[in-house]
């Protein structure tokens, strides 16, 4: 998700009309545009009339300010899954929240089907501990019913004061009954980066999100590994990206940079040509080239799937685990006057070095590791993909993924994909028949 500040449109509009009315069809542009705006007047007038036959004859007396909120939140909500309108209130949180410390109990949160799903509990938050798993449908919070709130609604009632209590009623796929999970609420320090050392050799490098706070602590671990491991010792570094939903664009490209001499990283495409951006790698490898090994499943989303195809088009790592999210779209913060909150718009889609679209596909693994999930939480720990979430964008190329594994064993000594990492980079292929690395589509520029 990209932050950016739009300017006013209307000097630009008034000279793009200018320059179609003044070529040879000019009168035939203005009648057409002239037509779309009668066609959307035509529809904002019957919205009009909607609102003042509800303020008129509604049984209670409405709210104005409620009303104008709803209609924008199912305009943008009608357009995909990550567009949404923010009020002033929920602006202000995810400012919070993407500064990499709030109040609540450390989830990140999605809408499905009128019920708010678990995209990733964060580690070490009171919903890590309580055992939400990704892929969990919240259906009351403190027993009051989801459905018929609004995402913002919803995440505002699970936070509150420190050291007090909700209650969760999960619907997790496989279990026979919903279950009621109590969690106490705590401040939230995300802390996107941990690391130790392995064997005396490896790095180990876990990065939980792509907030203001990450590429630092990237750098930070890095450099801490390579006083703890002469270079001449060093394997290689393992970054584990498993069940990161995603974040700040910025911070993707500055923690793709840090694996990268050079080159693209990501591309963004829109709906005009002249949209296109593209975002390259800055800085230098800070590993000094270094082998590398990157960890994803089927929650790691957006941010997570740019690091991971930008890394793998230029054969810079080897991904073990199973196929990510899919989630390739971009979201743009439009922020919308004092006091009006802001807009997160679906503006382009996200496009590897190579020109993959990750949307509704994701990215394969090289060498796909499948976990040994426990006989209680078989069938229930699938991760939802973008392209089985209502109203996703349709991948711009190619057929759409379903979704994959998303389950990480909580004890290092039962996880298999962190250790075919392990194994890989001392020089043994975990998984002969899964092994061969597929060659890009088309070479990457460098």
């Known amino acids: 998700m990209r932050k950016t500040l739009l300017f006013p449109l209307g000097a630009l509009t008034g000279a793009c009309l200018t320059l179609l009315a003044t070529s040879p069809q000019g009168g035939q542009w203005v009648a057409r545009a002239a037509a779309g705006a009668d066609d959307a007047y035509s529809q904002l007038n019957l919205f009009g009339e909607v609102f003042e036959r509800v303020k008129a004859s509604y049984v209670e007396k409405p709210d104005n300010a409620k009303l104008i909120e709803g209609a924008i939140n199912g305009m943008v909500t009608s357009l995909d899954p990550h567009s949404r309108y923010m009020n002033d209130k929920a602006w202000t949180e995810m400012q919070e929240t993407t500064s990499g410390e709030f109040?609540?109990?450390?989830?990140?949160?999605?809408m499905e089907e009128g019920l708010v799903k678990v995209v990733a509990p964060i580690d070490d938050t009171p919903a890590s501990k309580a055992g939400l798993l990704s892929?969990?449908?919240?259906?009351?919070i403190d027993g009051e019913a989801v459905m018929g709130m609004t995402l913002e609604q919803a995440v505002n009632k699970m936070k509150g004061p420190v050291d007090t209590k909700t209650k969760l009623t999960i619907v997790r796929k496989g279990a026979d009954a919903p279950l009621d999970v109590a969690i106490t609420r705590e401040i939230i320090h995300v802390r996107p980066v941990r690391f130790h050392t392995e064997g005396g050799d490896i790095g180990y490098i876990r990065v939980?999100?792509?907030?203001?706070?990450?590429t630092d602590g990237l750098r930070k671990a890095i450099a801490s590994i390579s006083k703890e491991i002469p270079q001449e010792k060093l394997?290689?570094?393992?970054?584990?990206l498993r069940n990161n939903p995603g974040g700040l664009l910025d911070q993707a490209v500055s923690v793709s940079s840090a694996f990268l001499a050079r080159?693209?990283?990501?591309?963004?495409?829109g709906?005009?040509?002249?949209?296109?951006q593209r975002f390259s790698a800055h800085g230098g490898d800070l590993t000094k080239g270094k082998p590398l090994v990157v960890l994803i499943n089927g929650g790691s989303a957006s941010a997570s799937e740019i690091v991971a195809g930008a890394l793998h088009d230029h054969k810079r790592a080897t991904l073990i685990g199973t196929r990510s999210f899919g989630k390739g779209s971009v979201q743009t913060i439009i922020p919308l006057g004092t006091g009006s909150g802001a807009l997160a718009l679906t503006t382009a889609r996200y496009y590897t070095p190579s020109g993959r679209s990750i949307q509704a596909q994701g990215i394969a693994p090289d060498i796909e590791i499948l976990q040994d999930v426990p006989p209680e939480l078989k069938g229930r720990?699938?991760?939802?993909?973008?392209?089985?979430?209502?109203?996703?964008?349709?991948?711009a190329d190619g057929s759409e993924q379903t979704g994959s594994q998303s389950y990480v064993p909580p004890e290092e000594k039962d996880d298999k994909a962190l250790h075919a990492a392990f194994d890989f980079l001392h020089g043994v292929t975990a998984n002969a028949a899964t092994a061969a690395r597929p060659t890009p589509k088309a070479a990457v520029p460098n």
Do not use: C, W
């Open 135 to 140: 892929g969990d449908l919240i259906s009351k």
């Open 103 to 110: 109040g609540g109990l450390g989830i990140e949160v999605t």
């Open 271 to 276: 709906r005009n040509p002249e949209e296109t």
């Open 235 to 240: 394997a290689g570094y393992v970054v584990d």
């Open 263 to 269: 080159g693209e990283v990501v591309s963004t495409r």
């Open 381 to 395: 720990v699938d991760t939802m993909a973008e392209s089985q979430m209502r109203g996703h964008l349709s991948a």
């Open 208 to 214: 939980t999100s792509f907030n203001e706070q990450t």
